[in-house]
């Protein structure tokens, strides 16, 4: 009669790496490869109990390398897979990211971020690697990464997450923070046929026919996966849609790498998520995301009660950047505040949107993220 | 009028992928066609088979051969390999794959892989340097070799990949070298049946690049030294198997039954469920 | 209304249960909304070691505590670190066997607890941070007494929810002969 041993459903007091591993199964995840890190390792302690008891596997490599590459490959062996990690395992996770880009492997990668650079404050919160997943893995690419700010969130962002990425063959990415995801709040769970679930296209051309990187319209080409009755070839090498390496083909080049890019850039009014707070009439607005949107939110809260028309616009999905949003507000605003734990990463797209809008940074490091009078008087400065 | 039958072993191959990249005297294509061979021999199901190779000539493997194939970043095979072998048991994945891919860059990945004893094969063509790269020292280049990279000769100590495979908890380790055509496609079809994770070095030629700087100019010529100084020892001691310029020990090494990493966990992923089942 | 209280002391002592005790008790069985946040050095044993719950009817936007109603102490370190930052008006709640040296502190109200003591007469002195909850709930009434007794019980490994609520009623009991004194 343990309740644990079947998929969770009602109300529960959990932290933000515990919703989110559970997020996972919910979301069907029934691959976790790993490598303990601080502020993530929960994730993967609280796996290694539940992916065996729903029938899935869990795994702890060698390396975050070595966890990236499983991941894909149980992707490709058909079952969706995920790993999570902090800013050191990011960034040995990048070229492999690359590599599920390149060969359209649907994963999901949690980076609870922490400070750094390098070994940095492993305990503390940092909103640090925000551009790294963008632009980790060398070459051009577009990829999707949703940045939660609540537990709660934790757990629906990391369903969001597998359904993105299986629908455009895509790595998505749940950027938390170490506040996120070691803060405990209670979390609702539907029932297991009320959560949407998105499964990647299957491959259903006849077995000769087979084109394992056709796209259909949306750009995404079906998915066939090893066993499947389809022998196919997939190569991090530039190649065709057959799969074939074509390394001296810029006409190659040019169609798969557009093409990789496009199906974010021309779907991505349907991937781009925002929450936007009181911004009808907002004369400044704060874009804050993850935690620091909470003590953004309070702060405009206070603002309202001393009377500055503030308001709040908070990106859920941090890639593909909701420049369409910030844009619009931008017209609309005096000026804008925007509080990161870094040294200006997401402020560059923002100014980048908001174009002649005038635009105030506000840079927090270590140990705490901004307070809500930090920003309030920010917006009181501004307004 | 004359007709012109199929090579017996054209539906293992991928056509539009050919003509293949590898020099003439390269040992790959010799490697490849044992593989095929011990492959028909078993009358493996091709569906189930995935061939999972990572950079270098022989990387190109995985693109050759008509299975599911996958041709991963530089060193990363194995780890890719746990993925698939763990997400789909029932597939067989067989890592094709070149010393620096598997023992530099991809060292660690091969210990780990080999104490798990994953059931996954790996079958590494060492040629003793890089070569797609233009012939840069390797973790197998010999001591005194000349490469591009150690004018002066090489100063570092080669790995003994099958004492290190032993020593890293294979259940089938072998060496052979593209001379032994027969015995490696019957220790291929061997490693292929195994249980858990196995290997196999293929010691292979590459005239091109490595010979050229170390006296040995055409296949024939590394073959000939091949020949000469290889003996058949099986199950002798993998530590002292160490390949000289005098002596090259083939054969055998470790034959082993030991229950594989994906047994045990789906063992325990029922044992669990059945303990559920009982509340 | 949002009510902030800090637990803070040394890795090993249970600081961090104590807040997801408190948290868990507020919002699965007081219909409260609440959240925990911790912070805590790399080492995840002996370091210094805070954990934090804020608790309120409304939605809880700031998730952290800013300047806390009631500050339960538990070492030197975590009181000299954290006694001058509670709110005007508020509460510490102190373990004087582990907090010997005090200072000088205008418009609070200090309580002395000794928890690790009444937790040695249990035999167990692991559960010292539990009798310090009892005393804290007693004290300062921000929870109903059933509703911690609940929460502990989910929350304490199995097999060890006897001793646990026996120290959280015993400091219940001290709390409460606190306040009629």
Known sequence: MNQKRVILEGSHFMNGDIACAEGAIAAGCRFFAGYPITPATEIAEHLAQRMLEVGGIYVQMEDEIASMAAVIGASYAGLKAMTATSGPGFSLMQENIGLAVMTEAPCVIVDVMRGGPSTGQPTLPGQQDVMQAKWGSHGDYEIIALAPSSVQEMFNLTIEAFNLSETYRVPAIVLADEVVGHMWEKVAIPPAQKIKIVNRKKANAPSEAYAPFMPDDDLVPPMACFGEGYSFHATGLTHDEHGYPQTSSSEVQQKLVKRLCDKIRKNADKIVRVEEVLLS???????AYGIVARAALSAVRKARAEGIKAGLLRPITLWPFPENHVAKIAQQTKAIVVPEMNCGQLVREVERAA???????LSKLGEEPHTPMEIFEAIRRNS | METVMAHPFAKYLREAMMPHIWCSGCGNGIILNCFVQAVDELQMDLNKLVVVS?????????????TNSFHTTHGRPIAFATGIKLANPELEVVIISGDGDLFAIGGNHFIHAARRNIGIKVICANNFNYGMTGGQQGPTTPVEALTTTTPYGNIEHPFNLVHLAAASGATYVARWTTLHVRRLTQSIKKLLQKEGFGFIEVVSPCPEIFGRYNKMRTGLEMMEWFRKVSAIENFSDPAKAEITPER???????????????KLIHEKIAEINEKKMQW | MRIEIRFAGFGGQGIIKSGIITATAACIYSGKNAVQTQSYGPESRGGAC?????ISEEEIDFPKVIEPEILVVMSQHAYNEYAENVKTGGIIILDPEMVPHEKELKNVRVFKVPATKIAEELGRKIVANIAMLGAFVAITGVLDKEAVKESIKVNVPKGTEELNLKAFERGYEYGKNLLKS
């Open chain 1, 355 to 361: 174009k002649e809008t005038p635009v105030t940074f």
């Open chain 1, 281 to 287: 009439d907002a004369d400044i607005v704060v874009v």
């Open chain 2, 54 to 66: 990572g950079i270098g000539c022989i990387g190109r493997a995985a693109g050759y051969v008509n």
């Open chain 3, 50 to 54: 805070k954990s934090e719950v804020v």
């Open chain 2, 248 to 262: 090259i020990v083939v054969g055998e090494f470790v034959d082993i039954a030991k229950i594989s990493y994906e």
